[in-house]
């Protein structure tokens, strides 16, 4: 008799659990967010800013975790191999919507489950101060140059390179690309006098800009820049260009759809947090809130938007 009531009590606890568990018992330990790259970059401050108040949303820590390397390959690895069961998370790059086409990553977003959007920049040209007053010099001096102008980015196949890429293309221009290890270092050589122009996000150019140091010509999105109101954008000056980096939240491929909404209903009231707004609006970062739905078909969008640009490039490895 005392075994079976020892059985039935064991039974009920297992009922109890799996009945927990069913209701979305989630989470009970630490969530963790992966950066895939150095600490003190806008990615890196988009997660902590957002972390600080993970515990009030979702009553765990939230812990942001470097893991550089590889373009961002170490970091996403990480999260592709982890438990799809949420408490493993990573800020996930454009680059993911093609890298994997280009050979830089094994993978692509269809090896993540994707949460929701956090912020949106786009590209924008920036010169040294006193080079050129704005993109029609820039364009008339290429086009007297072909080639002679080197334009900076943060890496050959990603995004700042493409970014640049399609302007050109538009614009009827030959332009010299020259990779750096990142946005900072491309920066640092502009000002070196050691290329003319950079196309990296207006956020990464924001400090130089206002000390007067560098020279915003244009702004690549669709709208202007809140903290640049009279720079233009391309596409007010004729140019069909609409290059926008983002940056988003995914975990595991196979992550369960309830803890997808539990996560994402907490990271939207994490961003609507006056600390994480404050934050990103002083880095110049854009905080642009999608949806699970919606974050899918911008990296869908974009992907497909940088396909010809990756073949006139030849950057596409053979199938």
Not at 67 to 79: F, Q
Not at 156 to 162: C, E, F
Not at 173 to 191: E, K, W
Not at 217 to 242: H, I, Q, S, W
Request: charged fraction near 20%; hydrophobic fraction near 45%; aromatic fraction near 8%.
């Amino acid at each position: 008799m005392r075994k079976r009531i020892l059985g039935i009590i064991v039974l009920m606890s297992m009922v109890f659990t799996l009945g927990a568990f069913a209701q979305g018992k989630f989470p009970t330990k630490p969530i963790k967010i992966i950066v895939p790259w150095d600490a003190g970059g806008g990615t890196d401050a988009v997660a902590r800013a957002l972390a600080r108040s993970g515990e009030k949303y979702l009553g765990v820590p939230v812990v942001v975790e470097n893991k550089p390397g590889g373009s961002g390959a170490v970091g996403l690895a990480e999260v592709v191999q982890a438990a799809p069961d949420g408490y493993t998370l990573a800020i996930l790059p454009v680059e993911l919507g093609f890298m994997d086409k280009t050979g830089v990553y094994p993978f692509g977003f269809k090896d993540f489950t994707p949460i929701m959007n956090l912020n949106t920049d786009p590209a924008a040209l920036t010169v040294k101060a006193g080079k050129f007053k704005n993109v029609v010099e820039f364009v008339a001096y290429a086009k007297a140059n072909p080639g002679k102008l080197k334009v900076g980015n943060s890496g050959t196949g990603l995004l700042w390179h493409l970014a640049a890429a399609v302007f050109a293309k538009e614009a009827g221009i030959s332009l010299t690309y020259v990779p750096f290890s990142g946005a900072a270092p491309a920066i640092a050589a502009l000002i070196g006098n050691q290329i003319d122009a950079v196309s990296v996000s207006g956020a990464e150019v924001q400090a130089q800009v206002k000390a007067g140091e560098l020279t915003m010509l244009a702004c690549m999105g669709d709208k202007r820049l809140a903290n640049f109101p009279d720079v233009p954008t391309l596409m007010e000056l004729g140019y069909n260009v609409n290059i926008n980096t983002f940056r988003g939240i995914g975990g595991p491929k196979g992550l369960p759809a309830d803890r997808v909404k539990i996560l994402h209903d907490a990271f939207k009231k994490m961003m609507e947090e006056p600390e994480f707004v404050q934050t990103l609006t002083k880095m110049g970062l854009g905080i642009d809130y999608r949806s699970t739905a919606d974050y899918k078909k911008l990296a869908d969008d974009t992907a497909a938007t940088l396909a010809p640009i990756l073949t006139e490039l030849g950057l596409l490895r053979n199938k």
